[in-house]
């Protein structure tokens, strides 16, 4: 199994440029998450989806959306990027409540 | 708000001790609390997951403990190898699917 796969590893954007961040699980979870990972802030939510057509606002929500394409796919979408959003993104998936399984991450430089 | 601290911020210590890494949150209504391992430049590994009703879990050299009432978790590492180098992150999940996260302890094993 390959677990949580992100794509693309790395990306540079300009301000004002948009993109979309792709997250796959093949472990059958039915949760799905958006974190993003920055120098002393340690990791937030920006949007989850707890089942397949259901997403939710996390902490951090302003400035993207999400879409949960299916019981796999989880995307997430910079309509606009700004510096702001320079950081590390991570996907994860998870039974419920239970554990979650983090992906690669994807870094994300917006000049 | 959860707020999860962790204590301290960066560890050093020589192959072979012993050590615990220390969690703290604020609100002791929680549902589980998580570790997590996280290498450089890469994503994060769940290493053990504590429901509210535990009070320890353990796997190989790792044992977690969990005391909700005082709001305190520890990661107790034994006979620490130069592999053990890396952060490892506190997670709780206070309710919903939210994880709140500290911002890790950073644990430098020397040879």
């Known amino acids: 199994n390959a677990g949580v796969t992100q794509t693309p590893k790395f990306q540079v954007l300009k301000t004002g440029q948009s993109m979309t961040l792709q997250c796959a699980q093949d472990m059958n979870h039915n949760s799905m998450y958006w974190y993003r990972q920055d120098p002393g802030m340690g990791l937030r939510l920006i949007y989850y989806s707890a089942s397949e057509g259901t997403t939710d606002k996390g902490e951090v929500p302003n400035g993207y959306n999400v879409s949960r394409l299916n019981k796999r796919e989880f995307s997430l979408r910079l309509e606009s990027a700004a510096p702001s959003q320079t950081s590390v993104y991570f996907c994860a998936s998870g039974r419920n409540t239970d554990t979650q399984y983090f992906g690669p991450g994807t870094r994300l430089t917006v000049l | 708000k959860q707020e999860v601290t962790q204590i301290p911020a960066a560890l050093s210590v020589p192959e072979g001790e012993n050590l615990v890494l220390n969690c703290s949150f604020t609100?002791?209504?929680?549902?589980?609390l998580q570790w997590f391992r996280q290498d450089p430049g890469k994503g994060l590994t769940s290493l053990l997951l504590?429901?509210?009703?535990?009070r320890e879990q353990t796997s190989g050299r790792l044992n977690a403990s969990l005391d909700k009432s005082s709001g305190r978790s520890t990661l107790y590492i034994a006979a620490s190898q130069p592999g053990d180098s890396a952060t490892y992150l506190c997670?709780?999940?206070?309710?919903?699917?939210?994880?709140?996260f500290g911002k890790g302890t950073s644990l430098l094993v020397t040879p």
């Open positions: 997670a709780v999940r206070a309710s919903g699917y939210a994880l709140n």
């Open positions: 504590i429901q509210s009703s535990q």
């Open positions: 609100d002791s209504a929680i549902y589980n």
